[in-house]
C-alpha cells in the first residue's frame, strides 16, 4: 500500500495491485501435493481395501481359526506381518499401480513442468505413502491389541526396519511402474503381491517351506522386513542388522535402477 495526498489535504491510502509472479516455496509445494496424493488414495475404493481392509481381515481371520500351527500366539505371530504387508501394499502394489497409470495418461509430465519440479513430486509421492503408512499402522495395532497382541521390544527398532521397507518397496514400485506398460504393471504388482503373500513369511513361517528353498525366501524384502519385525515385536530382540542390511540393499539396488530407467512419458 502506498499513501498519496488526497484532494482535501489528508492521504488516501491506494492499493499495489501491481502482479508479483512466483512459485511458492518448494516445502509447501511439497506437502500440497503430498496431501492431494493421500486425498487421492482414500478416496480410491480399490486402493483402500488392498491398504487397509485386507491387511486387517488378513489378521482378524487368520488370528482367530487355527488353520496354522506357528508354535505359539497367532495373534503375536501374525501382527507383525501383517504390518509388514501393509508397507508393501502402500509403497510397492499401490504406488507402482497409480504411478504407472499417472505416466500413461501423462500425468507425470505434465507435474514434471511445474515449479513442483520432478524431483519434488517424487517427494511428495514419498511422504503420501509414509502418511498412508502410518494411518494403516495405527488402525492394524489397534485391531491387533484388541485380539490381544501383546508387542514387545523397541517400537524404535520397528520404525527404522518399515522406514528401511519403505525405501525398498518404493524402489521396487516406480522401477516397475517407470519401465512397463500400465496394464503390465497392473498385472505384475499384483501377482508379486499375491507371491509375496504367500511365500514371504507373512501368513506361513518360513519354516513350513522345504529347506532347499528357504535361503533364497530369507533375502526377499517381504521376508526380511516380516523377519525384522516379528523378531523385534514378538520375541523383544534388538535391531535385528541381517534383516535390516537386505533391506537396505534393496533400496539402494532398486532406487539406483529407478534414477537410471524411469520413462516420465
Known amino acids: 500500500m502506498t499513501a498519496v495526498p488526497s484532494p482535501a489535504g489528508g492521504a ?13 516455496p518448494f516445502p509447501r509445494m511439497v506437502f500440497a501435493q ?3 496424493e493421500v486425498r487421492a488414495t482414500l478416496r480410491n475404493g480399490e486402493q483402500l481395501a488392498l491398504t487397509l481392509v485386507l491387511p486387517v481381515l488378513l489378521l482378524v481371520g487368520f488370528s482367530m481359526m487355527p488353520l496354522i500351527d506357528v508354535g505359539g500366539s497367532r495373534v503375536d505371530f501374525l501382527t507383525p506381518g501383517v504390518l509388514a504387508l501393509a508397507v508393501m501394499s502402500t509403497a510397492f502394489t499401490g504406488q507402482a499401480i497409480a504411478t504407472g497409470f499417472e505416466r500413461r495418461y501423462g500425468v507425470l509430465k505434465r507435474l514434471g513442468a511445474t515449479p513442483l519440479s520432478r524431483a519434488g513430486l517424487m517427494l511428495a509421492k514419498t511422504a503420501a505413502v509414509v502418511a498412508v503408512e502410518v494411518v494403516q499402522a495405527v488402525v492394524i495395532v489397534t485391531v491387533g491389541l484388541a485380539l490381544g497382541w501383546r508387542p514387545q521390544g523397541s517400537f524404535l527398532s520397528a520404525a527404522l526396519l518399515i522406514v528401511a521397507g519403505t525405501a525398498a518397496f518404493s524402489g521396487l514400485g516406480l522401477l516397475m511402474a517407470g519401465t512397463l506398460r500400465a496394464e503390465a504393471t497392473l498385472a505384475a504388482a499384483n501377482l508379486v503381491y499375491l507371491v509375496l503373500l504367500g511365500a514371504g513369511g507373512v501368513i506361513f513361517p ?3 517351506f522345504p529347506e532347499g528353498i528357504r535361503p533364497v525366501l530369507e533375502i526377499l524384502p517381504i521376508s526380511a522386513l516380516t523377519g525384522g519385525l516379528r523378531s523385534v515385536l514378538a520375541q523383544g530382540a534388538a535391531l535385528p542388522l541381517v534383516p535390516l542390511a537386505v533391506l537396505a540393499a534393496w533400496a539402494v539396488l532398486s532406487l539406483g535402477l529407478v534414477s537410471r530407467t524411469f520413462r516420465w512419458e
Open 12 to 24: 488516501m491510502t491506494t492499493l499495489d495491485l501491481t502482479p508479483a509472479p512466483g512459485a511458492a
Open 206 to 208: 518360513l519354516s513350513k
Open 34 to 36: 503430498a496431501c492431494a
